[in-house]
DNA sequence: ACAGGATGCTAAAGCGTTTGAACAAATGGG
DNA sequence: CCCATTTGTTCAAACGCTTTAGCATCCTGT
C-alpha cells in the first residue's frame, strides 16, 4: 500500500480511501485516477488480516461438521453455506471433526481465535446435540440438530411437513391405503415422519391404522427384509422412511414380479440423488434440505431474513416427483 | 494480551512468550506461571489475525472446486485436504465455483488477500483444466485435474492402475474373456482405464480382441442399453467404466435372468458407497481416491513428503472387493 | 476584498502481536 | 571484591491497514 500512494505520490490514507470507496471521502477525480492506475500497474492486493485487525472483527464464518467424509450431505451443507456466506462478504472456514474430543476442541479454539463472527456447528443427521463449552464465546447456530436445552438456535429439517408431504404425493393420486415403513431407532425423523403421515391420513379423513405402520433398519436390507410383512396388508401405496429402504424394497417387489408404480406407488424421503434418480422407475422422494440448511444457518447467525430469536427453524423439505406413484386403482 | 500482561505485572512481550513456549526464552518458572493463571482466569485467547499479520504469512491453505454440490467426491477432496492441512498446522478456506468465472475471480481475490500459503485447484472429474491467472500470484497444485501444459504441480488418480487392478480382479478368478464397457467420451478416465485394462490383458498373456471394448453412456442408462451388445460376446467378466454403468447391467442381466457373479462377474469403478456397497449383490470395485488426493494435494503444496517438482503425481486406485467376482466356470 | 463554507488531502494514532536489542540484577570465577 | 556472564524481563519498532481530526486551498456571495 505505501508503495502504491509513493508511485501515486499520495499518503496511505488516500489509498485506503480510494481502495474502499469511501462514500464520504472527499478524493479529487483525477487523484482516484492515479491511484487506480497505480494500484493496476503494481498489482497490488489489499491484504484482508490487516483489514481485520484494525477493524476488529474478521468476516469469517466457522463450519464445524462431524462428517464430511461418511456422507454426501455434508457437501450439500457446506456448499448452501459457503455460498449464502460469500453472498454477504463472508468466508468459510471450515474443520470437521470425527467424533473425536480433542479436534473438536482445537477446531473450535482456531475459530475464535480467527475472531470469526459465529460458528455453525452442523450433524450429518437431524438428531439432539450438546454444543461444546467453548462455542459459547461466540455466536453459535446448529445446523441439522438442536440443543435439547433449547437455548442456542437451530436449523433443522421440517421433518413432519415432510411426511405430510410424502403422503400427500400419495393421497393426491386417489390412494387410501398408504403403508409407512419406518426407521426402527427413535429420532426427529422417526417421530417427525410419522407425525407428518398421521396429520395427513387425518386431514385426508382417513383412519390411522397401526398395522399399516412397520419398523425396518433404514438401509437397503431393511426394506427387503419387510416386503413381505409389507405385502400382507395389501396397501396401494408405502412411504418408505429413505431412499435406502425404498431401493430394497424395489428389490423385494421385483423379485415378486410386482411393478412399480403400477401395482404399488413408493414414496421415497431424503432424495439421495445416485440411488432416487437412477432406481428403476424413478423413485418420487421428498427431500433434505441440505442445501438450504446451510444458507440458512448462514442467514440467521448473521441475523439477515427469517431468523428466529431462539429455538429451531424448520426448513421445507420439497417434494421432487418422479416415477414411482401413480393412480390408485 | 495487555489485560493478561497487567494481571500478572509483567510485559506484553513476556506473555507473548510464554504463550508462544518460546525456546529460547529465559522466563522464571514463577513469571511463566503467574502468565499462566492470568491467561486461565481470563480466558484469554490470542488473536490469530494479528499474529498473522506480524508473521507475514498466514496459516490457510486455499481450496477451490468447481462442486461440491453435484457429487458426493467432492466432500471427500476436501475432508482430505482439510485432514491433512490441519496436522500441519493450516486451515482451509474453501470456496466453489459452480463454473462462474465471475465467482472464481472473486474467490481467487478472497484467498491472495488472506495471504494464502497456497492453493488448491480441483475438479470433481478428472480433465485438464486452465489455471485461472491470478492464481500463478501463489502456490497452486491441481487435485484431480491437470494442466496440459505441465507447468503446474498436479495431483491425479492413477488411471492406468485403476484399469489394471479392475482388470486383474477378474483375472484372479480365471477369467479369460473379459469386456470393457468403456465410456464414450475422451478424457482421462477413458484412456487411462483402457489402457490399464490392455496392460493386464497383456500381461496375463491374452490378446486384445477390440470386440470386447464397448462404448457407453457413463450412466445407468448407458449400462442398461449395451447389455446385449456385451452379452453377445459372452464374455464371463465385464469391467464397467464405472459404478452407475454396473448398476444398468445388473439391471439388463436381472432382466434376463442371467446371475451375477455366478454367470457373470462384474467390476465397477469409482466405489459410490451408495451404489457399490447396496446393490445385490454388492459390487466389487475399484476405489478413486479422493480423499487421498485432497491430502495429497496439501502435501505437495507445503512440500512435505512425497512430491514431484512438476509434473503430476498419481494416486493409487484400489480395489475394494465385494461380491460380484466369482469364479470362472 | 474577505468571511465562511466546500473541497482535497495528510498526519498520526491505533488494532494485537512478535522480536531483536537493551537493560538490570544475580551469579560465578579469579 | 570486581569483571564477565548468565538470567530475567522490558522497550520499541514493525506488520498493513483504517479513521478522525485537521490543515491548506479554492470557491461563493456580499
Known sequence: ?????????????????????????RIGAETRQRVRDAIRTLGYRPNALAKNLVSGGSRFIGLVTDAIATTPFAGQIIHGAQDEAWKHGYVLLI??????????????????????????????????????????????????????????????PAEAQGGRTATELLLREGHRRIAIINTTTPSPAHDGRLRGYREALEA??????????????????????????????????????????????????RERGISVPRDLAVVGFDNQEVIAAHLRPPLTTVALPHYELGAAGVRVLLGVGEAPGAGRLEIECPAVVRSSVGPAL
Open 1 to 25: 500500500m505505501r508503495e502504491v500512494a509513493e508511485a501515486a505520490s499520495v499518503s496511505v490514507a488516500t489509498v485506503s480511501l480510494v481502495v474502499n470507496n469511501k462514500p464520504d471521502a
Open 95 to 156: 474443520a470437521n471433526i470425527e467424533n473425536n474430543e480433542d479436534a473438536e476442541r482445537e477446531a473450535i479454539s482456531m475459530m475464535l481465535e480467527h475472531q470469526v463472527r459465529g460458528v455453525l456447528y452442523s450433524t450429518w443427521y437431524h438428531r439432539a446435540a450438546d454444543v461444546p463449552a467453548p462455542l459459547r464465546e461466540t455466536d453459535v447456530v446448529l445446523v441439522n440438530c438442536y440443543s435439547p436445552a433449547a437455548d442456542v438456535r437451530a436449523v433443522v
Open 204 to 253: 385426508a379423513g382417513i383412519e390411522y391404522d397401526p398395522a399399516l405402520v412397520f419398523d425396518a433398519q433404514p438401509d437397503q436390507e431393511g426394506g427387503y427384509a419387510v416386503v413381505e410383512k409389507v405385502l400382507a396388508q395389501s396397501p396401494t401405496g408405502v412411504f418408505c422412511h429413505n431412499d435406502r429402504v425404498a431401493m430394497g424394497l424395489y428389490d423385494g417387489l
